[in-house]
Each structure stands twice: as structure tokens, then as C-alpha cells.
């Protein structure tokens, strides 16, 4: 009997990858159209919340409309804002600026993604879903017409040889009418689906954000519960899209985080050391010292927009939430049009029973009116900081009516060579607060894999990276990653070989996004591998 013919086969209605709040939302509202429909959530993380990570401010509505008696049982991280502030930093100051109509946040909630997502699991479960956390879906299924039927989980107990180990089992095949893709931000199995059936065909190319965050715990009195806070410049140069984000809670912490745009030009940049240089200015280091850091982490943010939102329907499946690129980059937030995506990929299989009509169903909704309106602020700093800002304001006051859609570039074709970019002077300076170094920063997110395991970065051609990429960019993943997984070391014959510590990866995908050779390529690991985020 052949291997594939011993695997598992569990048959589901729909199989859901993914446990945010997309896809969980999605298991959540089929079940309260017809609990008869079987379902089951596939979470890679080794608990529900344990890869949640966000800013996160919360727009209530979506979630209202779905659990309406949610805030009863809230998360334990749940501060309502009470005031915006908008900031421009210079390297020594700090300007305030009018803050724009879509990051007004009278109404929202500061909360922990990682702590709402086990509660919406406990929902799904009480409802009759079956969730299953520490379980990766590796690959997708295809029926003899070629439409998705499920996914495979990952094998288990893999040695870094590719051979079984003493501890091996073969991941069950997960068969469902119809698969949801809710894998949050450059999914892997979204992204072999994308390719496959050209769903990003017509589009704008897809661009996205690095983003950063700690909690901190400080001395006691120097929070304002409530203050949400949003800077622009420093450290950033005026050609970088990004900045950074300051949310204070109760009980003398703060979610501190900062966010770059994977389009930046310069090869030499190091985003980690941007968000360390933006924790010394002289507005923010005073609130920070004498604290530490409980937590942190990173992930990549889809930013992209309408016109770079694939097609959310193929035979047998659907893309919802940041799988599909729903989040909203200038309100900054995402968790709300996760829940809506979630929620009307649910009413839509139970209305129509296939994922057909899904993309112009979103696309006419109030989630995707949402993001048509705000389409043209994000690809409009592509031209520098103060034109982006002139764009959007302009769009702004034209409600998102101007006649014309810009576009997105790839955002690994962005960056330009070693020999045709003089890196700018930034302003930098010493710094004393933690964490020392990437390295240090990984501890705070309590990754684990197994150190046997087989490496989940491939690299197609790994002599690219001690011949081609060093001597035209100077081995870029060395300095975009935020863990320090790519190292260039000595081969031992007076050379370089690429050195991967695939053990402190947190699956920000940044690799995946920004090579500019895109042979860079992340798979899951084993499940229930990977970073386990305490309260962010």
C-alpha cells in the first residue's frame, strides 16, 4: 500500500485554514446559519492567538454585529481610546499634525488579537466546530477536475534529512466541499493558490509592510489609558513609507510597535534597527526608561488595497481576511474587515453553496466599499513622503471619487543595486535600550521549533547568495530580517555560504516578500512550531 493511500482522509463541509479572526469568524456565523453544517478551523500555531499579532486597535461593529454580547467576556487587554494624537518627527522634535478622518478612533478598542482569537475559538467550539491547533496545512488538494477538495497537514516528526524519525506520522488529508483561506498575510497555501489559478492576474501587483511590536511594562503613572498615537519621519528619509504606533493601556504598559513599507529602495536599510533608533528620540525614550520589555514579535502587514486584491473565489475555495488582502492601510486597521470577510464568506457558502460570486459579493459590500474609498492613498507615497501626504488628503476630501485607480509595484523590485543607491545620512545615534540586537529580540517572542526539523526557508540557488546578491545588494536578508534566520558566514576556503537559523524564524514572511532574486521561499514547519506571543 502506498504512503498516500495510509494517510487519514477526514471529510468536512468546509475546511477552514487558518485560526484568526477571519476564519474563525467564518466557522462562527456558518453555524449560526445552519449548525448542522460540519466544520473544522486548522490553526499552525501551537495554541489559537499563540502567531496573533496586530496593533491592535479594534473597530467594534463587524464583531458586534456577529457575538453582540462579546464585550462580556472581552479580552483581558481591553482599553477604550480616548484620544488621538498624529505626530511628525524630526531627529530631535516633534511636530503635531491634524489627525486624518480614517484614524479617528472614538469608539474603538485597544485589545490583544492574541487573546480575542481563543476567545472566538471557544465560540466555534461550543457552536460544534472543530478546531485544531498545532496542525499546518502543507499543501492544497485538487479533484480530478481540478478544483480544490482540502488540504494535507504537514507530516510530523520529520528529521532535517527528509527521513521519518522515531516520532513520525503522516499528516491526515482534510477533504471539504469548500477550503477557506484565511492564512492571514501572504499565506503559503494563498499563495500557491494565487499562482495556480492566476488570480492576481489584471491586478495590481501586492505590496506590504515589515511591522514591529513590544508591550512594554513602565514605572508606574506615565500612561494615559486610551492615548492612541501615530508618528511619520524620523528615522525614516522621506523615499521610506512607514511609521510607528504607540497605544497606551492600563496598568502602566503600552503596545509600542513601528511599520515599514517592504518598497523601500535601499539595499543597506535595516528596518529593525529603524524601530530601535525611533525608541531613542527624544519624545519616546523618556516614557520607555526604566521599563521592559514583556513581549514582542513581527509580522509582515498586506497594504496593497483594492486594485491589489486578488480574486477571492476559485473552484472549491475562497481567500478571506488578509489571505485575500482585506486590511485597510490608512485606518491602519484590519481585525474589523477580517470578521466582515469572514462573516460574509460564511453567509455566502450557506446562501450559495460553492465559492462562486464570493470576490463580487466582498467587492460590493460594506468591506469592500471600504476599501475602494481609501484605494489610491497607500501606492500614493510612492513618490515620496510629502506628495503622499498631498495625495492623501486630496482623496480624502474627495471622498475617493477621483477618477483613477493608481497602481503598486512588486515590492521586491524596488529595491535598487548597491552601485546605483547612495544610502542617505539618517541621523542614527547610540543606543542603550532594549533589546541589544535581533537576536536578543527573538527571545521576547518565544519561538520554538524543533531544531531537527527540515529547514522551512528554501533557497533555490544558494550560490546566488555568496556570488550575485553580495555584490549587487550586498545580501539584503541579512539586514530585512527580523530574527537574524539569514547569515552570511565563512565557507572555510576564504569565501561566504548562507547560513540559515531557521530555529529563530517568527514567520513574518518578509523573505518570502522582499528577495529580489524571489528564490525565497517559506513553507510551514512542523506544527505547532513557530512564535508563541504573550498578550500582543
Given at each position: ?21 477571519a476564519?474563525?469568524?467564518?466557522a462562527i456565523?456558518?453555524k ?13 500555531g ?14 467594534p461593529?463587524p ?20 484620544r488621538d ?19 479617528h ?23 460544534g466546530?472543530d ?9 492544497a488538494?485538487?479533484d ?5 477538495k ?34 492571514g ?9 494565487i499562482q495556480?489559478?492566476?488570480?492576481d ?7 506590504y509592510?515589515?511591522?514591529y511590536?513590544?508591550?512594554?511594562q513602565?514605572?508606574k503613572?506615565?500612561t ?28 502602566d ?14 539595499p ?28 514582542g ?5 498586506i497594504e496593497?488595497g ?6 477571492l ?74 506628495l503622499?501626504?498631498?495625495?492623501a ?7 475617493g ?12 523590485s ?29 527571545f ?13 526557508l ?21 539586514n530585512f ?8 558566514v ?23 516578500i ?7 521561499t ?15
Amino acid at each position: 500500500m502506498s504512503e498516500e493511500l495510509q494517510r487519514d482522509v477526514m471529510e468536512y463541509d468546509i475546511a477552514i485554514v487558518g485560526g484568526g479572526p477571519a476564519g474563525l469568524s467564518c466557522a462562527i456565523r456558518l453555524k449560526q446559519i445552519n449548525p448542522d453544517f460540519s466544520i473544522c478551523v486548522l490553526e499552525k500555531g501551537s495554541a489559537l492567538g499563540a502567531h496573533s499579532l496586530s496593533g491592535a486597535v479594534l473597530e467594534p461593529g463587524p464583531l458586534d454585529a456577529l457575538l453582540p454580547q462579546w464585550r462580556s467576556n472581552s479580552p483581558a487587554t481591553f482599553v477604550p481610546a480616548t484620544r488621538d494624537e498624529f505626530l511628525f518627527l524630526t531627529r530631535t522634535g516633534r511636530r503635531k499634525l491634524p489627525t486624518p478622518p480614517q484614524m479617528h478612533n472614538r469608539g474603538n478598542f485597544i485589545i490583544s488579537l492574541g487573546q480575542l482569537t481563543p476567545i472566538l475559538g471557544a465560540e466555534a467550539e461550543r457552536l460544534g466546530v472543530d478546531v485544531f491547533a498545532g496542525f499546518a496545512a502543507a499543501e492544497a488538494l485538487f479533484d480530478e477536475a481540478g478544483a480544490v477538495k482540502g488540504v494535507r497537514i504537514g507530516d510530523m516528526g520529520v528529521e532535517k534529512n527528509g527521513e521519518p524519525g522515531a516520532n513520525f506520522a503522516l499528516g491526515p488529508e482534510i477533504h471539504a466541499k469548500t477550503t477557506v483561506l484565511a492564512e492571514g498575510c501572504r499565506g503559503s497555501i494563498s499563495k500557491q493558490l494565487i499562482q495556480r489559478f492566476k488570480l492576481d492576474a489584471g491586478k495590481s501587483p501586492q505590496t506590504y509592510g515589515l511591522g514591529y511590536k513590544e508591550l512594554w511594562q513602565l514605572p508606574k503613572g506615565r500612561t494615559e489609558p486610551g492615548l492612541i498615537q501615530h508618528t511619520l519621519g524620523w528615522p525614516l528619509d522621506s523615499k521610506t513609507y512607514g511609521g510607528s504606533y504607540l497605544y497606551h493601556l492600563n496598568d502602566d504598559r503600552v503596545y509600542l510597535g513601528f511599520v515599514v513599507g517592504l518598497d523601500y529602495e535601499d539595499p543597506r536599510f535595516k528596518p529593525f534597527e529603524a524601530f530601535q533608533q525611533y525608541k531613542h528620540h527624544p519624545a519616546i525614550k523618556p516614557l520607555l526608561e526604566g521599563g521592559e520589555i514583556v513581549s514582542g514579535g513581527a509580522r509582515t502587514v498586506i497594504e496593497g488595497g483594492y486594485q491589489s486584491m486578488p480574486t477571492l473565489e476559485m473552484p472549491g475555495a475562497l481567500l478571506a481576511g488578509d489571505a485575500g488582502g482585506t486590511l485597510n492601510t490608512p485606518k491602519i486597521k484590519g481585525i474589523h474587515q477580517a470578521i466582515r470577510s469572514g462573516t460574509l464568506a460564511a453567509e455566502h457558502l450557506a446562501a450559495v453553496g460553492t465559492s462562486k460570486g464570493f470576490d463580487r459579493r466582498w467587492r460590493e459590500s460594506a468591506g469592500g466599499r471600504e476599501l475602494y474609498k481609501v484605494r489610491n492613498i497607500r501606492p500614493g507615497f510612492r513618490r515620496g513622503l510629502w506628495l503622499g501626504l498631498a495625495n492623501a488628503g486630496l482623496e480624502t476630501v474627495t471622498a475617493g471619487k477621483l477618477p483613477w485607480t493608481l497602481s503598486n509595484h512588486a515590492d521586491h523590485s524596488a529595491l535598487k543595486r548597491l552601485d546605483e543607491y547612495a544610502s542617505p545620512d539618517r541621523g542614527w545615534g547610540e543606543r542603550d535600550l532594549p533589546p541589544r540586537d535581533r537576536l536578543a529580540s527573538v527571545f521576547f517572542a518565544s519561538t520554538t521549533h524543533e531544531e531537527n526539523q527540515p529547514v522551512h526557508l528554501r533557497v533555490a540557488d544558494t550560490t546566488i547568495c555568496a556570488t550575485r546578491c553580495a555584490q549587487e545588494f550586498g545580501n539584503p536578508c541579512t539586514n530585512f530580517c527580523p530574527a537574524n534566520v539569514y547569515e552570511m558566514v565563512d565557507d572555510g576556503n576564504g569565501g561566504k555560504r548562507l547560513q540559515i537559523n531557521a530555529a529563530n524564524c517568527v514567520h513574518c514572511k518578509a523573505c518570502d516578500i522582499k528577495d529580489p532574486y524571489q528564490i525565497i521561499t517559506w513553507v510551514t514547519p512542523e506544527g505547532g512550531s513557530g512564535p508563541n506571543y504573550q498578550g500582543l
